[in-house]
């Protein structure tokens, strides 16, 4: 069954393209790895909350922006092989210092529910 890890972080916004920099390094290492898809989205219309929202999630910073990120894989055995591998991949010490706050990423792995076109 197809499997997705996402990814909730905030990107200092004026790193966005090294962020996109970072991305375009990372994928040919997770296509390598099993990932079928990375896709990576800007926030450009992220509403700010009363009780909870992205901002608060991520606890960003005025100067940041939210971003909002999946891989697709074809099952989850493949991405659980592939991010175990990548903690060993040299490849990884290829990649440049992470353009954001690592510690303050929100992520997980997700089966679908529901799939329409």
């Known amino acids: 069954m197809t499997y997705y890890s ?3 972080l905030a990107v200092p916004t004026e790193n966005k393209e090294k962020y996109v920099e970072h991305a375009r390094i990372a994928w040919p290492l997770f296509k390598k790895l099993g ?3 990375m896709v990576e989205n800007w926030g450009v219309d992220v509403p700010r909350g009363k009780v909870t929202d992205f901002y608060m999630a991520t606890k960003a910073k005025e ?3 939210i971003l909002f ?3 697709e894989w074809a099952d989850k055995e493949t991405a ?3 991010y175990e591998k990548m903690m060993s ?4 010490e290829k990649m440049s210092e ?3 706050d690592g510690m303050r990423m929100i992520w997980g792995g ?3 529910v529901l799939d329409v076109s």
């Not at 991949?89 to 990884?92: A, F, I, K, V």
């Open 6 to 8: 996402g990814f909730l």
């Open 35 to 37: 990932a079928l898809r």
């Open 110 to 112: 997700f089966e679908p």
């Open 69 to 71: 990120s999946w891989v």
């Open 98 to 100: 992470l353009p954001f």
């Open 63 to 65: 100067d940041e922006s």
């Open 80 to 82: 659980d092989a592939a």
């Open 89 to 92: 991949d040299p490849e990884m």
